[in-house]
DNA sequence: GGAGCATGACCTCACCACAT
DNA sequence: ATGTGGTGAGGTCATGCTCC
């Protein structure tokens, strides 16, 4: 029986193959072709004339195989019997970070506009400087971080303003494409230019062709922007923009005030359509930008600047630290958790993933497939969002209060059976919080803190040495020692009031 | 996956001047 | 009163490496 093809079995040149099995050296048999095997079996004395079935030198060698492979499985068997195995480490032994441990630390935030908690570690990174930025700022495709960005400002504006009310799509004519081809002007400009007079036009309020006031408002226009340069028929960039605007009229003002802010544009056509759900202004631009959460592969066309803005007023506030405590066994606490959320509700990410990617897979005319799956997915993404935790290696986040404090309360080693989505805790795993870690408990300071002690080392032992230097050497010593301490202290005082006023 | 880090490029904002 | 555009001050973004 073979199951597998046997390797190094030689085509061409066999007289090269020297693999040792059973005292037989393969490179030997296999020189003999079938016609010199023949051959050997028709000597005149041998009772049997050629057999009918000969043992053709692929079977030898098949043989020489099967029976090596059986020795080394035997040899292998013994070797074990004789040799006991290492007990192996099952269970990997808990990671608990001391208390008191610099650079480290539990970091607890909320987003107030989501009502999420988030728990995370936060170690003080290597002190490596960033690369030097200079020269012309060019992108080729939209930045993660970017995407992002423009996905929390759309989840924002949903949550927090009632979404985003009309879709924009502005192009530019063949004057204005010159202009961004001979670097006369950038894509960006020109937006900050017309999104400068809409904000004016939105606060200050218009007046209709038909004499009618529209009063501004008090707040800023909300807006969301990103560029696209995908390439024409001819090859040629094409640029375009996208837009989501916070802005909506009444219907018998629309024509007016479209045609007025497409004379604000003035590079092309400014195409505006009210968005009919507000809730889904994000899959609108998801779906104008379907790269947008399809990796990084591939330029999406040059763009000199920025390739996004959002407007202050549609920005996502950022996360606010409501509590750093020590670091303690959160890590491992986290870790736990993550693997506890991927064991229980694992079949279901990979359901969700499956579906997504089958979803991009089927051509946009199966109507009745794509509706099919986008069923399942919504079934499938609702019952997760249900879910008050969402996690990955390094951080937990906590829908709602309620969900905080049963984690928190958990983590600390409540004595209460945790709720499905949480895993066993063991007593030693119990979360100490302990002393909030302060600016002192960096490497910063730590790291200050050593040269200094330094220094003082140097001068002291050079005072021993007195005798070998002269005064003048030994008085700027001195000097240097006491410049490295005010300098210490003083950076010392401005890095504290940076981190905790 | 997310965030800190430093920096240049370029944008946004508030305000002002001037035209209609 | 409204529209338009200029200006300086201050704000935002992208970038690559690193860590967990």
Excluded at 212 to 231: D, I, N
Aim: positive net charge; contains cysteine; hydrophobic residues 35%.
């Amino acid at each position: 029986m073979r199951s597998k093809p046997l390797p190094n079995i030689p085509n061409e040149k066999p007289a090269n193959v020297r693999a040792f099995c059973g005292g037989v050296v393969i490179g030997q048999l296999v020189k003999l072709t079938r016609a010199q095997s023949e051959a050997r079996h028709e000597v005149p004395h041998r009772l049997v004339k050629a057999p009918k079935s000969p043992t053709t030198p692929e079977r030898q060698l098949e043989r020489a195989f099967a029976r090596h492979q059986f020795l080394f499985e035997s040899e292998k068997l013994r070797h074990c019997a004789s040799v006991p195995l290492q007990p192996l480490e099952v269970e990997p032994k808990p990671v608990i970070t001391p208390k008191g441990q610099t650079g480290c630390a539990t970091v607890i935030q909320y987003r107030e506009w989501s009502d999420e908690w988030r728990i995370r570690t936060q170690v003080e990174t290597a002190n490596n400087l960033p690369p030097q930025v200079d020269g012309e700022r060019i992108t080729e495709t939209l930045s993660q971080r970017g995407a992002k960005k423009i996905a929390e400002s759309c989840e924002y504006m949903s949550l927090k303003k009632g979404g985003f009310k009309t879709f924009v799509t502005g192009t530019f004519n063949e004057a204005a494409r010159a202009r961004i081809a001979a670097n006369e002007t950038t894509i960006q400009r020109e937006l900050s230019r017309c999104m400068d007079a809409m904000q004016k036009m939105y606060q200050r309020g218009w007046t209709t062709d038909k004499g009618e006031r529209v009063p501004g408002h008090t707040e800023g226009l909300s807006y969301c922007w990103v560029v696209e340069v995908p390439k024409n028929e001819q090859g040629e960039d094409n640029p375009h923009i996208h837009m989501l605007l916070g802005w909506a009229v009444p219907f018998a003002q629309f024509t007016n005030w479209a045609s007025r802010i497409e004379g604000i544009w003035g590079n092309g056509y400014f195409h505006m359509e009210k968005i009919k759900d507000c809730r889904c202004a994000g899959a609108y631009m998801a779906k104008a930008l379907g790269y947008m959460t399809k990796g990084q592969e591939g330029s999406q066309g040059k763009v000199r600047g920025n390739r996004y803005g959002i407007s202050e007023p549609a920005r996502a506030p950022d996360w606010v630290t409501v509590g750093k405590k020590q670091l303690h066994a959160m890590g491992q606490i986290i870790a736990d958790v993550y693997d506890h959320i991927t064991q229980k509700y694992g079949a279901d990410y990979r359901e969700r993933k499956q579906l997504n990617k089958r979803l991009d897979e089927t051509p946009k005319t199966a109507k009745a497939t794509r509706y099919q799956i986008g069923k399942r997915l919504q079934a499938v993404r609702d019952k997760l969002s249900s879910l008050p935790i969402r996690c990955n290696k390094y951080q937990v986040i906590l829908k709602g209060e309620s969900a905080q404090r049963t984690f928190l309360s958990w983590a600390l080693g409540d004595s209460n059976k945790p709720p499905e989505w949480l895993p066993e805790l063991p007593s030693e795993l119990a979360w100490e919080p302990a002393n909030t870690p302060e600016a002192k408990d960096g490497h910063y300071w730590r790291n200050l803190e050593k040269a200094y002690q330094h220094r003082k080392r140097q001068f002291q032992e050079l005072k021993r040495q007195r005798h070998a230097v002269t005064d003048e050497v030994c008085s700027w010593m001195v000097e240097q020692a006491e410049r490295f301490k005010d300098a210490a202290c003083s950076a010392w005082e401005e890095y504290a009031y940076l981190e905790f006023t």
